[in-house]
C-alpha cells in the first residue's frame, strides 16, 4: 500500500491521481474488515484450542493439592493396632510410605508435565502466574517428601535394631527344640553329654542376647535417640517382649537339664536294682505280692517300690510339660518312665521265679526222699511188732527174752 502510494504521487495527471487514492482507500479498507474478521475468528478458537490443556492442568493441580494434604497423616500415623509389635510391623509400614513415595513423584510428575503444556499455550502475561502456582506446589511436595524420608529412615533403623534380636531369637527356638527326643538303652541315656552341651551353648547364646536387649533398652542408646518416637516406643516394645522371650526360655532350658538330671538319677537307681535283682515284684500287674521272707525286708522293699513308682510318675510328667519325649533305642519306640520300671520289674520277677523253680523242685525231692526213709521205718517197726505178736511175749524181762 506505501508503495501505490508513491506512484500515486508521480502521476502527472490529477484525475488520475483522484482515481487511485480512491482505489488505496478502498483497498484499506477492505484490509481493515479482514483484520477484524481475523481477530474475531482468532478470539473464537482460543477457547477450543486451550480448553482441554486448562482442564487436565486444574484437574491434576485439585488431584495433587489433596493428595499432599491427606498424606501428611498417612506418614507420621501410629502402626496398625490389630498387628502384634514385631518387625513385621515395622516392615508394613515402611513398605506403605514406600508405595505413598511412588504415588507422590507418579502425582507430581501428571501436574508438572499439564503445567508446562498450559504454559507454552498462555500468553506472557498469564505465564508467572502459572509458573508461581507451579512451585509453591513444588514447595508443599517437597515438604512432604522430606517428612516421608525421614519416617522411612527412622523405620529402616529400627529394623536394622530389631531384626537381628529376632534372627537370633528364632534360632533359639529351632536349638530348644532339638531336645525334644531322648533315647535310652540298657538304662542309660545315649549321647548324653551331647545334650548337655548343646544345653550349655544354649544358654550362654540366651545369657549374651539378653545383654545385648538391656544394652538396647538404655535411654543413652544413640540409635534409639535417631528414631521417630512412635518408631522408638515399637523398636522398644519390641526389644522388651524378645527379652522376655528369652527369660522364659533360660527358664525352660534350666528345667530341662535339672529334669534331665532327674532322669539320669532315676535310671541310675534301674541299673543299680537290675544288679542287686532287689526289685521282686512285677508292678504291672495288680495285686502283686513280694516273695515271702523276713518281714521287715519285705516292707522296705514294698516301700521302696512305691517310691520308684511315684518318683517315675512324676518324672514323666515333668518331661511332658517341658516336652520332651523318651523312645527305646533298641525297639525304637516310645517308652517312659513307668515303663521302664515295669519292664525291669518283670525281667527280675521271670529270673527270680526260675531260681524259686528250681529251689522248689530240690525241696520236693529231698521230701520224696525223707517220706521213702520214713516209710522204710515204720515197715520194720510193723514187722518187729508182727514178731512179737507171734511169739507171745507178755513178760518183757531179760530172762525171758534171753530164753526166746
Known sequence: ??????????????????????????????????????????????????????????????????????????????????????????????????????ETEACWKEFEVTSLKLEELESDIRKPFLVKARDKLKEKERELQMTLNTRMESLETALHIVLPVEKELLLLCESDLLLCEMAIQEFNLTDADDIYRNLRNIQDSIVRQMEICNHLEQSGNFALKELHPLDLHAAQNIILKHRTQLEEMNHRVQRSKDALKALEDFLASLRAAELSGELLVDLSASGSQVVPGNTLTVENKEERIHQMKEEARHLDERLKVLGISIKDAEWGENTSCEKLLNALSRSLSETHGSGRQEELMEEDELSETCIFKNNELLKNIQDVHNQISKIGLKDPTTPAVKQR
Open 1 to 102: 500500500m506505501d508503495v501505490l502510494r508513491e506512484l500515486c504521487e508521480e502521476l502527472t495527471s490529477q484525475k488520475s491521481q483522484q482515481e487511485v487514492r480512491r482505489v488505496l482507500k478502498d483497498y484499506e479498507q477492505k484490509i481493515e474488515r479482514l483484520r477484524k474478521c481475523a481477530s474475531e475468528i482468532h478470539m473464537t478458537l482460543q477457547p477450543t484450542v486451550g480448553g482441554t490443556p486448562k482442564n487436565k492442568y486444574d484437574t491434576h493441580r485439585d488431584n495433587l493439592e489433596l493428595h499432599l494434604q491427606n498424606n501428611i497423616v498417612r506418614i507420621i500415623s501410629d502402626f496398625s493396632s490389630d498387628k502384634e509389635r514385631s518387625s513385621v510391623c515395622l516392615q508394613d509400614k515402611l513398605t506403605d510410605l514406600q508405595v505413598l513415595k511412588n
